[in-house]
């Protein structure tokens, strides 16, 4: 049983424009929600987290929003860079800290 | 020093060799984490160390063995693995030990394991 799901395993969009990941996960006692960004044949980069006191957290280009009533996160991407071409993964944890990922979004920018 | 470093970068192994997976972090984090991907799979964690010590086994099979020698080293020792292990293996290190809430893991660019 899934207990976090990226439904779109991919993700087209044209350079400039906004890319949108989402990611819904089904426990309310998960409290930290983060996003990393991963290129072929290397490890998974940090990029952007928000507890659950918040619903909008902002960092340049990136922003993540929680919903946590629909226990839904989403990643905005503005403006999408081909740099940005990579797998997002979602992930969650709890009071343990151990982090639950997703199973990962293939965003492509093309130019 | 805001890496984590890990070594080889590529290994090719047979099933009867025994070989080391190494990896580094000199940002003085109190945890160490090993895990294992897939390709089209998210990490799936391995083990935790926490203050050196190891704090969660993944029922992960006897033939993956870890060590961590010091705050800053963490080692997975490979022995006797099968086919169905080839796969990227990745540390990670995080500021808080302790499996600690609100605690970002940084991961270092993973091992490519290739099983024979």
């Known amino acids: 049983d899934q207990q976090v799901k990226q439904n779109s395993p991919s993700l087209s969009v044209q350079e400039g424009r906004i890319s949108i990941l989402n990611c819904d996960y089904t426990?309310?006692?998960?409290?930290?929600f983060l996003w990393y960004k991963k290129y072929p044949a290397e490890g998974p980069t940090f990029l952007i987290s928000?507890?659950?006191?918040?619903d909008k957290n902002e960092d340049g280009r990136f922003t993540v929003f929680l919903n946590k009533s629909a226990k839904h996160l989403s990643l905005h991407i503005v403006p999408s860079q081909p740099g940005d071409s990579a797998v997002y993964f979602c992930?969650?944890?709890?009071?343990?800290?151990?982090?639950?990922f997703g199973q990962g979004t293939t965003l492509q920018v093309k130019p | 020093d805001t890496e984590v470093t890990q070594t080889p970068k590529h290994l090719v192994m047979g099933m009867t060799n025994k070989k080391s997976l190494k990896c580094e972090q000199h940002?003085?984090?109190?945890?160490m984490y090993w895990y294992k991907q897939k390709a089209k799979k998210p990490p799936e964690l391995m083990f935790v160390?926490?203050?050196?010590?190891?704090?969660i086994n993944e029922s992960v099979p006897s033939r993956f063995s870890p060590e961590c020698p010091n705050s800053s080293l963490l080692n997975l020792h490979l022995h006797a693995l099968q086919p169905e292990d080839s796969a990227l293996y990745l540390c990670?290190?995080?500021?808080?030990?302790?499996?600690?809430?609100?605690?970002?893991?940084?991961f270092g660019p993973g091992t490519r394991l290739t099983v024979l």
């Open positions: 990670a290190s995080s500021q808080e030990g302790g499996l600690a809430p609100y605690n970002e893991q940084f």
């Open positions: 992930a969650v944890s709890g009071n343990t800290g151990k982090l639950i």
């Open positions: 426990n309310s006692m998960f409290d930290y």
């Open positions: 928000i507890s659950s006191i918040k």
């Open positions: 940002m003085g984090h109190r945890a």
């Open positions: 160390y926490s203050y050196e010590k190891l704090s």
